[in-house]
């Protein structure tokens, strides 16, 4: 009896809780990037930490990061079948330019997907629903063995994510947001250096890339956001839940 009740113990335990986050942006307060993913990646997190990544606008930068540390570090891709080909292409080539191993690529429940939205235009009508299927419930999934992951958020993305810590408890993982205090013109010197690929759709105006119905292109003046769910009251898409309520915070 004794026995059980330690293994249900050890199945109720949280890896990582709001404490464990916060205690380490303050351990990590004033280090660089590099600096701080070569530590966790090789040293604590190895073997327990996933990348997920949209390849999107300005995932080259991160990956590129992490692929100096360790190409072996799995890569998630959700495809949510409302995808740019561009951006399929674009993972194809950054992945194989930037030699990771083991690139996971996560797609919608297909059962879900008729029970809920048989005719695949939820987005119309329901744009919050279209993303828990089609994102939210496969990154559960993809993220079920790792007790981290590393999101490609930045803080200069949108108002709402201006105050972006770079670690975050989330649904008992930790999550970490290495480029959270990097802005574009940092990312843009980052992108000449090493002489990154660009997302070829970031040159036709749109900056933030998502799935191909719910993202526009972006005015001169708007956030580079703004093109995502436009005409909608949504700013996410519901993997990165706000801190607290109103607070919502590429992939």
Request: aromatic content about 8%; proline content about 8%.
């Given at each position: 009896m004794a026995?059980?009740?330690r293994t249900l113990d050890l199945i109720d335990v949280t890896p990582f809780s709001a404490a464990d986050a916060a205690a380490m942006e303050a351990r990590f307060a004033g280090v660089g990037t590099s600096e701080m993913l070569g530590e966790l990646l090789t040293g604590e997190l190895k073997g327990r930490v996933a990348a997920v990544s949209s390849f999107g606008a300005e995932s080259a930068v991160l990956l590129h990061l992490i692929a100096q540390i360790d190409r072996d570090i799995p890569v998630?891709?959700?495809?949510t079948q409302k995808i740019f080909g561009e951006t399929l292409a674009y993972r194809d080539q950054l992945s194989e330019q930037l030699g990771f191993t083991d690139l996971r690529v996560f797609r919608p429940d297909p059962r879900l997907l008729a029970a809920k939205d048989g005719t695949g235009l939820r987005w119309n009508y329901d744009p919050d629903g279209c993303c828990d299927l089609r994102k939210v419930e496969p990154l559960r999934r993809a993220l079920s063995p790792f007790d981290a992951w590393i999101s490609g958020r930045k803080g200069f993305q949108a108002g709402t994510r201006k105050a972006m810590p770079r670690f975050e408890e989330d649904e008992g993982r930790l999550k970490l947001n290495p480029l959270a205090n990097w802005d574009k013109a940092r990312l843009d010197a980052y992108f000449a250096e090493h002489q990154l690929p660009r997302h070829p759709l970031e040159a036709e105006g749109y900056p933030s890339i998502g799935c191909a119905p719910c993202t526009s292109k972006v005015l001169p003046g708007e956030d580079p956001r703004a093109g995502r769910w436009r005409g909608w009251q949504k700013v996410e898409c519901?993997?990165?839940?706000?801190?607290k309520p109103g607070e919502e915070p590429v992939f």
């Open positions: 026995s059980s009740a998630i891709f959700l495809n519901g993997i990165h839940v706000p801190e």
